[in-house]
């Protein structure tokens, strides 16, 4: 007996008809004699209209409310999912996060998953039942309902095939699984069936948006496998599993532009020991997360530091160094909001030499001018124009030849 | 210092405007001093889009993931009302029927209260939080999510305010109190300031339509005094409470009309015992609710028995009854639909004699015929013509000059 987790977004549960399509997918893998715990989310829409209301009645909304309002929209989708799958003539049962034992910590609307007492869907399991079970939520163990935040559905999903020991993990989106390159841009982008923990936490936190880091971190903690596909056809997805050998063949797994940063130029900045330190403590204090750094100390002795931060915390990252360098003897601060990630991602680069080269002469080629370069172990991040975003990832994949089998 | 437990219902909290408009009138409750515990409803509409959609999933719906749906509708209210109440610098904490601590018997969309364990509201209270609690409501005890169908919100806050020893229980409504008579059919209706519990009763379950009977008698069990008053204006409403001696001084406290019932006449029935017993055995497994039941046996042996349902059993009420009579010796059945019930209610007549004289004989000079008479201890109900129903209501109010100061 197989026992499959699989997850299924807004999207896919969007209305009644949706509701009844995943229905009746999940009558087939029932009635095909495996045990079939269902994760769902809010029908699309619904949490914006929450937030929405919350926010026309307080500006400020609590948390511990926020997450009592929002944890409405999963309940909706649980108990009509049991009754479409009723009427199918599928024995099934809904559960809150709560009722399916998930305690989180107290961290309302950003919690984190402490346990799970997998007791009583174990049970259901045992009677032939479906589980239904709420996504993105849980409870602090003092009956209040937590929330996890964007994506903690697929967390839900990820961290109960882990506790239920699943001996599959089905992540059903609105795209068939992840691409070498953002298909709408990269003609020949090509759905790729394997790919590690690792790549696909490099490419997710690069803008390839199929899934929130943090499920995939979570999955690679526990050694989950898990297929990324779509809940509108049966073509088989992409399976993210831990690296094996013959993965590392593969140089370079695919190529991801995140559009959503903007670049900080701080110069004529004193060299003094501690002053990078001091500009990126206040920039965490002020909440904004940063990416690429890079940093010059010319032979005047004054240094430039330029960073890129999301484009949408760019003005308050401009204002905080500001203040710091008003008080701390002087610089500039210039914000370039004009600007595209670009980074190839593999595991294979590890083992292969001449990676960048082949990345940096590509763009020179295709006319493309780099500002910024940073690299990891399995990735190397180049920042260009804005404007130049989609040749240059078109121009990549073709030099990496990813469109080949 | 004052316990007060507040009920609103769904049109009270229908929209932000009218959710913001509450949270002032708790605030006045608060800063006065006072304990609040606020229950709500769903805002008014969303128990019905809710149904709607369970319905064009499945047209029976299971009972417990009717619960697991409907309880979502007073869960989104509560966060919303805690908000509101931030936002004017209230401290409030709201928490689902399950949270509140009231659990129920396992009976899903009908569920009865079996205890109330207020300790977490006390702590709220103790912390000078209002608490707002969702209506309609609780938990089995296993963790599934019960209801208590229809009126539950009023139901939650009366049990509430029993549990909680509350000062006082406040159901404010979209009506200023209860009237003598209907106030959009008799002019000069006034609102009754003090009723006893089992006048309320009458009235409530005679079409009144102010609260379901199950609320009032759980106060009556309890000895919760409560007060009934619109969340639209600052007048005060009408105390129910238990019976006083100067209650008996009013004979007749109201008149109430229920236009959904329809007589079902049963002739020609072979006078044999239990033949009336049969009948209504095959209703009551028919899910049919009798209410006033009328028998002549002539001398020709044969019986008449004449006895009202809801209009909308009345079809279902005849095949019963034919069928029985068809196995069980024949005899004949008619339904009349166009027919209403009229009754005079006060504690006051077991003292009084000469109330059904001045009914019947000013429903006479009125020209009003009168099909059916039964009495109670406190009401004496008529059943006439439907179409007399307005004219007799103003008659029968005026002969016990109700308006009165």
Redesign the interface.
Same mark, same amino acid.
């Given at each position: 007996m197989t026992r499959i987790v699989q997850k299924y977004g807004g999207t896919s549960v969007g209305d009644?008809d949706r509701?009844?399509r995943v229905a009746a997918r999940v009558r087939e893998g029932h009635d095909a004699g495996n045990e079939i715990v269902v994760v769902v989310s809010a029908r699309s829409g619904v949490t914006n209209e929450?937030i929405g209301?919350?926010l026309?009645?307080?500006?400020v909304?609590?948390d511990? =409310?926020?997450d009592?309002?929002l /944890?409405?929209g999963e309940? =909706?989708t649980?108990?009509?999912m049991?009754?479409?799958l009723? /009427?199918l003539g599928v024995p099934a049962?809904?559960r809150?996060g709560?009722?399916a034992g998930i305690v989180t910590d107290p961290a309302h609307t950003r919690a984190r998953i402490v346990k799970i007492d997998t007791q009583?869907i174990e049970d259901s399991l045992k009677k032939g039942e479906v589980v239904i079970v709420a996504g993105f939520q849980g409870t602090d163990g003092q =009956?209040?309902i937590t929330t996890f935040g964007r994506g903690g559905s697929d967390l839900t999903a990820v961290a109960l095939a882990a506790a239920l020991k699943a001996d599959l993990c089905q992540i059903f989106t609105d795209v068939e699984g992840v691409y070498t390159a953002d298909p709408r841009v990269v003609a020949d982008a090509r759905k790729i069936s394997e790919i590690s923990y690792d790549e696909m936490l490099e490419l997710a936190s690069l803008g390839s948006k199929v899934m929130q880091a943090r499920s995939v971190e979570f999955a690679k903690k526990f050694g989950v496998m898990f297929e990324v596909r779509s809940s509108f056809n049966q073509k088989p997805g992409t399976i993210v599993k831990k690296e094996v050998k013959s993965m590392e063949d593969v140089v370079v797994r695919g190529v991801a532009v995140d559009k959503d940063q903007a670049k900080v130029m701080v110069s004529q900045v004193v060299d003094k020991p501690g002053s990078a330190a001091r500009i990126f403590q206040a920039l965490g204090d002020a909440g904004v997360s940063v990416d690429m750094i890079v940093q010059n100390v010319g032979r005047n002795g004054v240094a430039n530091l330029t960073f890129t931060v999301p484009r949408n915390d760019s003005l308050r990252a401009e204002r905080t160094v500001k203040d710091l360098l008003d008080d701390d003897g002087g610089g500039e601060v210039e914000i370039f909001d004009s600007i595209a990630k670009l980074s190839v991602v593999g595991i294979g680069m590890r083992s292969h030499s001449g990676v960048a080269a082949i990345l940096f002469s590509a763009l020179a080629n295709a006319g493309v001018n780099i500002q910024l370069i940073s690299t990891s172990e399995i990735k190397i991040s180049v920042v260009i124009d804005l404007d130049a975003a989609e040749i240059a990832a078109r121009t990549v994949h073709s030099a990496f030849n990813l469109a080949g089998a």
């Open positions: 009644i509701i009844k929450l209301r919350a026309a009645i307080n500006p909304p609590e511990r =409310e926020m009592m309002l /944890a409405v309940q =909706e649980i108990a009509l049991a009754m479409a009723h /009427a049962v809904s809150t709560s009722q009583r =009956e209040n």
